[in-house]
């Protein structure tokens, strides 16, 4: 929890005015998080907080790498990832729930941006881990499993089917 202790923010002794964090963050964040959706990653993060009396507005915005296997080659890589979310946390008497919007109970003395941060990490992962990495210097790409890709690729472009070629020869005709 030490890691985790440097995004704690004490809210009882901010003003209603703008402020400006940032943040490099590496593996030990994501191990102290214990989640599994990212196991290794390097990012700069920045947060920009507006507080008054009733609401804060965070706006995070990050960009860095996330180390994972690509879902085409199998290789490890890692994966650019970079994006801005604005989060927004209203101030209420009594506790509530919501998708859109965070609450705290007035009065809440701290609050840590950990679970933000990760938050907007985690939001921004693309569903598919793949980036174009040919345009690397060394690109991770296991050729063997690439070659064995490219070969059933080309092997389903040459299949062909009586009905489809009934199908085609239709348009032809017209």
């Not at 964090?21 to 947060?47: A, C, K």
């Not at 345009?135 to 389903?156: T, W």
């Amino acid at each position: 929890m030490k890691e985790l202790g440097r995004f704690e923010l004490a809210l009882h002794s901010m003003v209603d005015e703008a402020y400006h964090f940032e943040y490099e963050i590496d593996g030990r964040f994501f191990d102290e998080l214990r989640q599994e959706l990212v196991q290794n990653g390097n990012f700069f993060v920045r947060v920009d907080l507006e507080k008054n009396a009733e609401i804060i507005v965070l706006d995070i915005q990050h960009d860095g790498k996330v180390s994972t296997a690509c879902d085409r080659c199998l290789e490890e890589i890692d994966l650019p990832v970079n994006d801005k979310v604005q989060i927004i946390i209203k101030f209420v008497e009594e506790d509530r729930m919501d998708d859109e919007v965070t609450y705290l109970l007035k009065g809440t003395e701290r609050l840590n941006l950990a679970p933000f941060i990760f938050e907007a990490i985690s939001l921004s992962l693309p569903l598919v881990n793949r980036y174009d990495c040919e345009r690397d210097e060394k690109a991770p790409c296991n050729d063997k499993v690439l070659s064995i890709l490219e070969g059933r690729e080309q092997a389903e472009r040459e299949e062909t089917s009586p009905v489809w070629d009934e199908l085609k020869n239709l348009n032809l005709e017209s």
